[in-house]
């Protein structure tokens, strides 16, 4: 990277087309879990087998998503909580998007 007197030094950490471990937990859990996700409002319902939601509730958590409030998740069923901007029918895309790269 440049730092601010524009001269090249090496970084740690993820790089433009790295994924970060988070990134990648999360990008696992959804492609192996998340079978369908619908919206209400500021509020995603994702659905998932039985016993996945916490996975998937986690890997949301831990990915700091912008946007995201929170999560809470049963057996086969995480609820995502969407600030109001940008809205849940942004952060269902974004989870969705995740799933659709892997």
């Known amino acids: 990277m440049r730092n601010d007197e524009g001269v090249d030094r090496y ?14 937990r999360l990008r696992r859990a959804v492609s192996d879990f998340v079978e369908t996700i ?15 939601a916490h996975l998937v509730a986690g890997a949301i958590d831990a990915s700091q998503i912008d946007g995201v409030l929170g999560t809470i998740a049963g057996d086969d069923t ?3 909580v969407a600030a109001p901007r940008p809205g849940g029918a942004v952060i269902a895309s974004k989870i969705e998007r ?3 790269e892997s």
């Not at 740690?12 to 990134?23: K, R, V």
């Not at 619908?38 to 996945?52: E, L, Q, Y």
């Open 78 to 80: 995480l609820m995502v």
């Open 38 to 52: 619908a919206v209400s409002g500021d509020m995603v319902v994702v659905h998932t087998p039985p016993g996945a």
């Open 98 to 100: 995740v799933g659709a």
């Open 11 to 24: 970084t740690l950490g993820a790089g433009p087309h790295e994924l970060t471990a988070a990134e990648q």
